[in-house]
């Protein structure tokens, strides 16, 4: 359904202006996919997957403790408010959300403008890659290596893209 239907009920008044802003970010495009998923429920959670009947429990793969939902994995979770503690986004931890996850992505994105933005999609890409690697590879990597590498990549990402923007890459 996505823009045109709705689908994200927190959105409905600022859908375009959320989308616009979302797939215009420099971020590198798998990590604006991956923001859109979010948003739109479409992630592999355990909750999620129980709810298609894949015969999974629902508890986090990371704390064990609670029902891992996008919202669990990303803002709710133990390991998630260590990662944005040391993110230096710290509204995002402070910040209680009792909405959706697009309606939490929305709000971030509007208070974190232009610049905070980026950081915010891929600490959140960051987090549900370190979550895969915990469910597929049995490894989980400490919240600040999960910052770091995100940071990293967003780096990296955006020196690659202002070069080739400048001819210096081809």
Request: aromatic share 10%; net charge positive.
């Amino acid at each position: 359904m996505g823009r045109q239907g709705h689908a994200f009920p927190a959105l409905a008044d600022g859908a375009q202006q959320f989308w616009q802003g979302l797939w215009t970010t420099f971020v590198p495009p798998r990590v604006r996919v991956q923001a859109w998923r979010f948003c739109d429920e479409a992630t592999p959670t355990m909750a999620n997957l129980a709810q298609k009947h894949a015969g999974v429990e629902t508890h986090c793969v990371l704390c064990g403790a609670e029902v891992e939902t996008t919202k669990h994995v990303l803002l709710e979770g133990p390991f998630a408010r260590v990662v944005w503690a040391l993110s230096h986004i710290p509204w995002v931890v402070l910040h209680r959300w009792d909405g959706d996850t697009a309606g939490w992505f929305s709000a971030a994105i509007r208070r974190l403008g232009l610049k905070g933005t980026p950081r915010f999609l891929m600490l959140c890409w960051a987090l549900w890659r370190n979550r895969n690697r915990r469910r597929m590879e049995g490894v989980v990597w400490e919240p600040l290596q999960v910052v770091n590498d995100a940071l990293l990549l967003l780096s990296q990402y955006q020196e690659a893209r202002t070069k080739l923007r400048l001819g210096l890459l081809r």
